[in-house]
């Protein structure tokens, strides 16, 4: 069946690190990838997606490739600040009647 | 903007009452999805539903079920609540499922069974 691998956390950076999470996945056909924010108190935002292969998704200084012959989204942030700690979830979608697989998700902790 | 909103953002009730969970939407959405997350696990669909009066099982089941009556609202319930059904619950929204569409959160209800 399809699955997403994220790199486990806590990830702890400085401000202005730069920043990559890494995410490979598994599909049998040709998914949409996501990648999805979820701050402290609420629930998921959508980050940035790209929906084949060498795609870019770009969202507030985000940005990931889908790699289709590595089978990886991962996501990078030249500079990262404060208010992006938060939790990234990697996630994948084929088309038809399958709903969203998710990773299990990367702790992200700035300090300034 | 799409809303998905939750009817809690915390919740406390006892072992063995029933419990509902509610959420709406108001985009139009055909899709709707109950997920759990919890530390370590991350999220982990218990129900999902494409249409009106549909509902499909997904990872985790057991102990919950669904109704769909309006296209907008989808309720989760907990039958008989346990302890090992506290959690964080999200309920997500879509268009329909062509895979590059993505899902909209509502802000999750934190559910304690105590």
């Known amino acids: 069946g399809n699955s997403v691998t994220q790199m486990e956390g806590p990830v702890t950076l400085s401000e202005e690190a730069f920043l990559t999470i890494n995410c490979t996945y598994t599909?049998?056909?040709?998914?949409?990838l996501f990648w999805y924010v979820q701050y402290p108190g609420e629930g998921l935002q959508l980050l940035l997606k790209?929906?084949?292969?060498?795609d870019k998704g770009s969202n507030k200084g985000f940005e990931a490739t889908y790699r289709k012959e590595t089978t990886s989204f991962h996501l990078e942030k030249g500079s990262v600040q404060v208010s992006d700690s938060a939790v990234y979830f990697c996630?994948?979608?084929?088309?038809?009647?399958?709903?969203?697989?998710f990773g299990k998700g990367t702790r992200l902790s700035v300090i300034a | 903007d799409v809303k998905v909103t939750q009817s809690s953002r915390y919740l406390v009730k006892r072992t063995g009452e029933k419990v509902f969970l509610e959420c709406v939407q108001d985009?139009?959405?055909?899709?709707m999805f109950w997920y759990r997350q919890d530390p370590g696990l991350g999220l982990r669909l218990i129900y999902f539903?494409?249409?009106?009066?549909?509902?499909e099982k997904g990872d985790i089941p057991e102990g919950y079920s669904v109704s769909r009556e309006k296209k907008e609202r989808f309720s989760l319930i907990l039958e008989s609540a346990s302890t090992n059904q506290t959690s964080m619950y999200l309920c997500?929204?879509?268009?329909?499922?062509?895979?590059?569409?993505?899902?909209?959160f509502g802000d999750g209800t934190r559910l304690s069974i105590l």
């Open positions: 997500a929204s879509s268009h329909t499922f062509t895979g590059s569409q993505p899902q909209h």
């Open positions: 599909a049998t056909g040709y998914p949409s």
């Open positions: 790209a929906t084949k292969a060498d």
């Open positions: 996630a994948l979608s084929e088309a038809g009647n399958t709903p969203l697989v």
């Open positions: 985009m139009d959405h055909e899709n």
């Open positions: 539903s494409y249409d009106v009066k549909m509902k």
